[in-house]
């Protein structure tokens, strides 16, 4: 699983009361998951929901293989960094497109004359 899907899951774990409807500053909302590219970026349409019950396209979601939460319409983006700090705090392996540094490589020493 990458970290955008941990991402993911816990925005419905800890912001959704219905699915994936949630409460904004604004309103309500709810995501529509769309694709997942090759690289793992999640992508999707956030709907609002008037008085009525209708919902209307306000605006998306994309959610980096890392975690990191580019852009998710009525959720405030204090939130979703920390939710992606959490995430990546966590899970720092389950980063499978960033290699680790080499630290072991070994450097002949300068020695002074």
């Given at each position: ?9 816990k ?15 604004s309103?309500?909302?709810m ?13 999707g349409?956030v709907?609002?929901f008037?008085?009525?019950g ?14 990191t ?8 983006t204090?939130?979703?960094r920390?939710?992606?700090a959490?995430?990546?705090?966590e899970?720092?392996?389950a980063?499978?497109g960033?290699e ?7 450097q002949?020493?300068a020695?002074?004359?």
């Amino acid at each position: 699983m990458t970290n955008a899907q941990l991402v993911l899951e816990k925005i419905k774990a800890t912001l959704c009361h219905e699915g994936t409807s949630y409460k904004g500053k604004s309103g309500t909302y709810m995501f529509v998951e769309g694709k997942t590219t090759s690289e793992g970026t999640i992508n999707g349409v956030v709907k609002k929901f008037d008085d009525q019950g209708a919902s209307k396209t306000a605006g998306s979601f994309k959610i980096l293989e890392d975690g990191t939460v580019m852009r998710f319409t009525g959720i405030a983006t204090k939130t979703s960094r920390d939710i992606t700090a959490s995430i990546q705090s966590e899970m720092p392996d389950a980063n499978p497109g960033q290699e680790a540094e080499d630290t072991t490589e070994q450097q002949p020493e300068a020695i002074a004359v």
